[in-house]
């Protein structure tokens, strides 16, 4: 393969990631507000929503590392043609449907058709150098990030005209990306560098199981976890506690969450470098957790709209923490199993999506009669406080232990 054609199939890789990550945010603010059409009344409504986030979330945590591994044996080109095809009937399934059992078909659907990220990234893998492998997964990491930030705003702006326009504007963007994919598109894996499908390949657990046995970073993992856990929370009940409290339209969550994904992207690729070389990794994981932790309790505490846009911006060295704790755990593991922990970490990511959406959903049903001027109706944001809390805790116990600087200069604290 020339240089010219691989990136010219890394650029379709890009364009990929972008179209599904704008098509998945495109429907953020505006499907919890549309469950609410199915449904009589405010407990039943936070209640299903959750159920049917913790259904997607099962489904993409059982079926993303299974369609990873059919990729590693039949090649990445049908894998990604089957995510986008899936992921648009999907969104098209959600468009049309006309009760709360075609919305489950269709979240049943995207679950199991959303690989497209892995398998992506495997493709950037198969066609790049070995010195330009980093500078490809770079670059997938930025458009990522790009799509997740503009999808949400367009949603909003779409969802105030109609509910079930963004679904419609995210399955043409999905089949759009299949047509090219389909036409232009090579296999990126040939035949001699296929592997046999394995059946431990594609049990989710594994990754699970391997990272518990890791005693010496047990403390950061369960740290980990933790953070991981609240953040799930957060995304899984924002629009819906927006909308209960403030009234907000999905123009005005699409908005904020822009926001959110702006200040991410500020911090996480332009001020992480001076953070860390300010603070060191421990202390800045620590101060970024602690500001997360004072946040959540502020959104839950807010009695105004404005309220929240403030708490985001003031908010921003939280979103530090996550690199800095995952750059501590990465420095504890040898470098021959790198990856795999890197994948162990999404492991729980990918279980926390299944979990906390029916938490979340759960906590917030039995608040939402409350009216708007009750502080118990943040009671989510609460428990995401008071996990965040007992990360630090367990993070700060765990430095001690290893005899990691916490308030000493950054060259000694890393």
């Not at 997360?292 to 403030?310: C, D, E, P, R, S």
């Not at 470098?335 to 906590?363: D, F, Y």
């Amino acid at each position: 393969m020339s240089a010219s054609q691989s990136k010219g199939n890394l650029n379709f890789v890009l364009v990929s990631i972008f179209i599904d990550m704008l098509g998945i945010g495109i429907i953020v603010p505006v499907l919890p507000i549309l469950v609410g059409q199915y449904v009589q009344d405010r407990e039943l409504h936070a209640l299903w929503y959750g159920i049917l986030g913790a259904t997607f979330g099962l489904l993409q945590f059982i079926f993303m590392p299974m369609l990873g591994a059919i990729s590693d044996r039949v090649g990445r080109r049908p894998v990604l043609l089957y995510s986008m095809a899936g992921m648009g009937i999907n969104f098209l399934t959600t468009a049309w449907a006309p009760n709360l059992a075609c919305l489950f078909i269709g979240r049943v659907i995207g679950g199991m058709s959303s690989a497209s990220m892995s398998v992506a990234s495997a493709y950037a893998s198969d066609i790049s150098t070995h010195e330009d492998r980093a500078k490809s997964f770079g670059k997938i990491g930025a458009t990522f990030g790009l799509g997740f930030i503009c999808g949400p705003m367009l949603g909003g702006l779409l969802g105030d005209v109609n509910l079930h326009l963004p679904f419609y504007v995210a399955a043409a963007l999905s089949f759009a990306n299949f047509s090219y994919g389909y036409f232009f598109v090579p296999e990126s894996l040939p035949e001699e560098r296929r592997e046999k499908f394995k059946l431990v390949s594609v049990n989710p657990f594994s990754a699970l199981a391997k990272l518990a046995r890791r005693q010496d970073i047990r403390g950061l993992v369960i740290t980990f976890a933790l953070v991981t856990a609240a953040q799930m929370m957060l995304q899984s009940t924002w629009v819906l506690y927006t909308h209960f409290r403030f009234n907000w339209t999905p123009a005005e969550n699409g908005a904020a969450l822009f926001c959110v994904g702006v200040a991410a992207a500020v911090v996480q690729a332009g001020l992480l470098g001076i953070f860390i070389r300010k603070f060191g990794e421990v202390r800045l994981s620590l101060i970024g957790l602690s500001s997360g932790a004072i946040t959540y309790m502020l959104y839950g505490l807010a009695t105004h709209g404005w309220m929240m846009y403030v708490f985001i911006l003031c908010n921003l060295l939280s979103f530090a923490a996550g690199p800095a704790l995952q750059g501590i755990v990465s420095k504890a593991t040898p470098a021959n199993e790198q990856g795999e922990l890197m994948g162990s970490l999404q492991s729980i990511s990918s279980l926390g999506s299944v979990l906390m959406p029916l938490l979340g959903g759960a906590i917030l049903s039995a608040v939402s009669h409350l009216p708007p001027s009750d502080w118990r109706i943040g009671s989510t944001f609460f428990v995401c406080a008071a996990m965040q809390a007992v990360g630090i805790f367990v993070a700060r116990r765990y430095f001690r232990q290893h005899h990691m600087a916490t308030a000493s200069t950054p060259e000694t604290s890393a």
